[in-house]
């Protein structure tokens, strides 16, 4: 039987949006540390400007470098188009002003990285966007949030840190229902080990800085359209979405939607958002994010692997509590995981030790190989105590609601010989039990 | 622009300027489960250089109403039908794939009212292999991946689109999907069945372009040597390292080749 002829994701890993470069023959992608692009003659610059052809003029607006890492993370995601952007943070905040303004409203998982928290329930609300927060794992409470207004559901592949697994196409298919599109943040799983497109989700965005680069050297963020969301739909999502089916006086009256059938969206964050928000990613940047992803899928492999000895140790020591990790029998989406990530659940996770504050002090303080900082996703491994850093602005109701105690420790387990890790935590755990 | 015709609904993209009867027009005609978004940049650039554009979406595609129609022979019907609506006395007609077989049916029924021709991907006859006719006709998603395959000249596979930030297969193979059930098996037999191409080029006489791409395997360029010589003194261009979705692959070079044919 004739097959399609498709480029598979490792290849894609280090090809997607590349090729030598033609002026030069450079085989990486060069850096175009270049704030301008010169035009052939003023009709060339003029049908840029109005995209009438296709190019770079401004590298705010876009920068060859960029331009290969968005094909890239599109390709190994499944989408449509991308944009690179110059944190995570940068890119969910451009998803949102992207599809709404003030009086509108997200639902959105309680189960959120602190800075994305941060955004929605302090800062959002000075702007006139509202979020109501719900229990990822119950449905019944995201439909009870849904509003007139609500403009989209937002929630991240895996919790953080509880590690709730988000049931995206239960999720999605309540947006859908309701004509709104669901925006997932794919940070801890990255296209590795779940394609959110794949099982619902309409927009995805990724810390960069995380697994995508994945040696903690830069901050970047990519914002990924899946050009499957239909915007102007009857009856579901038509007239919800006027920045982008209703003409924009910012750029000569475009109708995003009648410009491109699949990327309105992306059309629009580009032209507004990334132009008069000027989050935009350095091409150096993209380049070493590039370098990244060309090793993901080998450094995926290793995380899996070393996370998964490690949590089978703490799982078994008598100073762990509990450890929080969907693919142990106990935890509550453990079937879920195995549906949505059967490669892995990534390889940050939480656990707890049994006694006081100050031994969990202690442990983290007799570590030797695991850093005490605030980041994951880096070829090496890490720790935090979330209460006291990552999630110190959430109150203390909503921590326990997102399960977070004085003696939850999370982990980011880097690509160091499992053995060597082991044996860091074993000490610590000694350590504290001992003080 | 909506437009009725025949009592349906139509969808014109019109580069976002409003249509001038005083303007010349060029209308944009799609492939196969496409519709006027694949002309963006091209289309938008005439609308915005003294033309009235007109990128339609065909029957029973992207916005318009009704059935995809059943031939290229219905195709050239509607296209007049369309002039007609739109009081349009000339114009000059651009077409893509299944697009350009319409184009040059309409054009070889319609001597005094087309001015021009612009062919892109053109092949006369266009055979449509059995294993694609099959998998259009059972609505299987095999379909789009085939032509997604083999739309795109190798090194085009991987990326490196001109425009920024768009991966171009994931684009084609959504845009495809978004058509309705039963439109892109329409859509291909239609191609395969018609066989009157060199005939209708036979009676074209007004100035016609054919855009080739080099590596096209959907439409080879071999396959349109007997047109290029029915279609009397037509301009050939052919765009290197390019495969069949040329206005993708190469945007540039194909809004360069119909500026200077079209504008000329």
């Known amino acids: ?435 | 622009m909506r437009i009725e015709i025949k009592g349906t609904s139509t969808y014109a993209y019109t580069g976002s300027r409003a249509f001038d009867p005083a303007l010349p027009t060029i209308v944009f005609v799609h492939g196969a489960a496409h519709d006027h978004s694949v002309w963006a940049l091209q289309s938008r650039y005439f609308a915005h250089h003294r033309r009235n554009v007109l990128a339609v979406d065909l029957p029973g595609h992207g916005r318009s109403g009704g059935e995809p129609l059943a031939s290229v022979e219905a195709i050239a019907e509607w296209l007049a039908a369309l002039l007609d609506a739109t009081h349009i006395e000339h114009a000059a007609l651009v077409g893509h794939s299944l697009g350009a077989l319409a184009v040059l049916e309409t054009a070889g029924r319609n001597l005094e009212r087309v001015e021009s021709i612009a062919l892109l991907g053109p092949s006369v006859p266009m055979p449509v292999a059995d294993v694609l006719l099959d998998a259009a006709k059972a609505d299987e998603h095999l379909a789009y991946e085939l032509i997604t395959g083999w739309s795109f000249a190798p090194g085009h596979q991987l990326g490196g689109n001109q425009q920024p930030g768009v991966w171009m297969t994931g684009n084609a193979l959504r845009l495809m999907e978004r058509s309705q059930p039963g439109a892109l098996y329409a859509d291909l037999l239609a191609c395969h069945r018609y066989s009157d191409g060199l005939v209708a080029a036979g009676k074209v006489r007004c100035p016609a372009l054919l855009i080739l791409g080099q590596r096209d395997l959907m439409a080879p360029a071999k396959n349109a040597v007997a047109l290029t010589a029915a279609l009397a003194g037509c301009r050939v261009v052919t765009v290197p390292d390019c495969g069949h979705s040329v206005m993708t692959e190469a945007p540039d070079a194909v809004l360069d080749a119909l500026r200077d044919f079209l504008c000329s």
């Open chain 1, 1 to 435: 039987m004739t097959k399609p002829k498709t480029t598979r994701f490792d290849t894609l890993a280090l090809h997607a949006g590349a090729r030598p470069d033609p002026a030069t023959g450079a085989r990486a992608t060069p850096i175009y540390q270049s704030a301008s692009f010169v035009f052939r003659d003023s009709d060339h610059a003029a049908a840029l400007f109005n995209m009438e052809r296709a190019g770079h003029v401004y590298s705010r607006i876009s920068n060859p470098t960029c331009a290969v890492l968005e094909e890239r993370i599109s390709a190994l995601e499944g989408g449509v188009g991308a944009i690179a952007v110059a944190s995570g943070q940068a890119a969910l905040h451009l998803a949102i002003v992207t599809l709404m303004g003030a009086g509108s409203h997200i639902v959105a998982s309680r189960s959120l990285y602190g800075g994305s928290h941060n955004l929605l329930d302090f800062t959002l609300p000075r702007f006139g966007i509202e979020t109501t927060f719900v229990d990822p794992r119950n449905l019944d409470a995201w439909r009870a949030a849904l509003r007139p207004n609500t403009r989209l559901l937002f929630g991240e592949t895996l919790g953080n840190p509880g590690l709730e697994v988000l049931d995206i196409p239960r999720v999605a298919g309540l947006a859908h229902e309701h004509g709104l599109p669901l925006l997932v943040d794919s940070t801890f799983t990255t296209p590795y080990l779940m394609r959110p497109f794949e099982h619902g989700a309409d927009l995805v965005y990724h810390s960069a800085t995380k697994f995508l680069s994945g040696h903690g050297v830069v901050i970047g963020g990519l914002l990924v359209d899946g050009g499957r969301f239909d915007w102007t739909e009857p009856g579901k999502s038509a007239g919800k979405f006027p920045t982008l089916t209703e003409p924009y006086a910012g750029f000569h009256d475009m109708v995003f939607v009648d410009e491109s059938t699949t990327a309105a969206f992306l059309l629009r964050a580009r032209r507004e958002g990334i132009r008069d928000f000027g989050a935009c990613m350095a091409p150096m940047t993209a380049f070493q994010i590039l370098q990244g992803i060309e090793t993901l899928p080998l450094r995926m492999q290793r995380h899996i692997e070393n996370t998964r000895r490690i949590v089978a140790f703490l799982a078994a020591h008598e100073m762990v509590e509990s450890v929080g990790y969907p693919e142990l029998p106990q935890h509550p989406d453990r079937a879920l995981a195995t549906e949505l990530l059967p490669r892995g659940c990534g390889a940050v996770f939480s656990f707890s030790i049994r006694g006081t504050r100050e031994q969990g002090r202690k442990f983290i303080e007799s570590l030797r190989i695991f850093s005490h900082l605030a980041n994951v996703g880096d070829a090496k491994s890490l720790v935090i105590h979330p209460a006291s850093t990552t999630h110190f602005r959430v109150s203390a109701e909503d921590l326990r609601a997102a399960g977070i105690t004085e003696g939850t420790i999370r982990l980011s387990v880097g690509l160091e010989d499992a053995e060597d890790l082991i044996e860091d935590l074993s000490r610590a755990l000694y350590a504290a039990g001992k003080s």
